[in-house]
Nanobody
Framework: QVQLVESGGGLVQAGGSLKLSCAAS????????MGWFRQAPGKEREFVAA????????NYADSVKGRFTISRDNPKNTVYLQMNSLKPEDTAVYYC?????????????????????WGQGTQVTVSS
């Protein structure tokens, strides 16, 4: 069982930056692939980024590639999402998630149904 708590969301102007954090409970954090998803009003939840168990590989949605960076600190049981050059279309509730499917290639772990545990989400609003 893993419990996830996101923080770091807020209101920022277009072009600005935010860093989201996701703190995990439990001693098995390093056993999970971690991902970030987002959901805008009226839209489906979409994949943003994922990182392997020891952080050796990452994968990003095309819409955030080059602007967002996912990282993790296993001793601190925390995964991060650094978001730069934010755009109004990045406005959404951002969720972190943990997947036990560590044998999958990261590019195959973009479906929300492949993640086992979810946080409650943190709101990110980007004003134009």
């Amino acid at each position: 069982q893993v419990q996830l708590v996101e923080s770091g969301g807020g209101l920022v102007q277009a072009g600005g930056s935010l860093k989201l954090s996701c703190a995990a409970s439990g001693r098995t954090f390093s056993s999970y692939v971690m991902g970030w998803f987002r959901q805008a009003p009226g839209k489906e939840r979409e994949f943003v980024a994922a990182i392997t168990t020891i952080g050796g590989s990452t994968n990003y949605a095309d819409s955030v590639k080059g602007r967002f960076t996912i990282s993790r600190d296993n001793p601190k049981n925390t995964v991060y999402l650094q978001m730069n050059s934010l755009k109004p279309e990045d406005t959404a509730v951002y969720y972190c998630a943990a997947s036990s499917r560590t044998y999958f290639s990261l590019n195959l772990l973009e479906g929300s149904n492949l993640y086992d545990y979810w946080g409650q989400g943190t709101q990110v609003t980007v004003s134009s």
